[in-house]
């Protein structure tokens, strides 16, 4: 019974292909995020919804898509994938308030 | 200026030593603090948070929060080898977005 579950754990791919990450939540919660982790270990955040809701867009490339068909549930897709985009994606889940995130175990993306 | 700062050590403590943790944030409106354990190849994984100035302890862990100073603190009292992990803390800024800022993390190892 997975709070936080994201699939794949790890995506090996090609420069310029298309790839999604599933992110799934069984807590309740009504707000969920997407982080990206850099291979320097710095966590920064890129997306939220708040029931199926755009909340947080930060200054991400628009290949990155993120699509929320309810609130248990935020998918990330990226097109054209780039050498750079070489990271670990955390999903996350928490209360719209000032309450602790969830993380999910994480997706390692290398692009060869 | 970083928004979110802590020293990325490594910080090193002998077994059953207290490990002092150090973060500053730049946000004056900020409400909630949060910090996180991530063990090497793992998800961050929520230890404490902490909402209003002073102490919050639970078990071996104190939060500690001077808003005046801008400044929180985690201690970790009788370390142990299993503490040896990445800390790291989190800011909510202003608005209720839930969107929180992460330090870069300080690496702890406690050594037998």
């Known amino acids: 019974d997975t709070a936080v579950s994201q699939t794949p754990k790890y995506l090996v791919t090609q420069m310029g292909n298309d790839k999604s990450i599933k992110c799934e939540q069984n807590l309740g919660h009504d707000t969920m995020y997407w982080y990206k982790q850099d291979s320097k270990k710095f966590l920064k955040i890129m997306f939220s919804?708040?029931?199926?809701?755009?909340?947080i867009n930060e200054t991400v490339p628009n290949r990155f898509s993120p699509k929320s068909p309810d609130k248990a549930h935020l998918n990330l897709h990226i097109n054209s994938l780039e050498l750079g985009d070489s990271a670990v994606y955390f999903c996350a889940s928490g209360l719209l308030s000032n309450q602790p995130q969830h993380f999910g175990d994480g997706t390692r993306l290398s692009i060869l | 200026q970083k928004e979110v700062e802590q020293n990325s050590g490594p910080l090193s403590v002998p077994e059953g030593a207290i490990a002092s943790l150090n973060c500053t944030y730049s946000d004056r409106v900020s409400q909630s603090f949060f910090w996180y354990r991530q063990y090497s190849g793992k998800s961050p994984e929520l230890i404490m948070s902490?909402?209003?100035?002073g102490d919050k302890e639970d078990g071996r862990f104190t939060a500690q929060l001077n808003k005046a100073s801008q400044y929180v603190s985690l201690l970790i009292r009788d370390s142990q080898p299993s503490d040896s992990a990445t800390y790291l803390c989190a800011v909510t800024t202003g608005g209720n977005t839930g969107k929180l800022i992460f330090g870069q993390g300080t690496t702890l190892q406690v050594k037998p």
């Open positions: 919804y708040n029931n199926k809701e755009l909340i």
């Open positions: 902490i909402y209003s100035n």
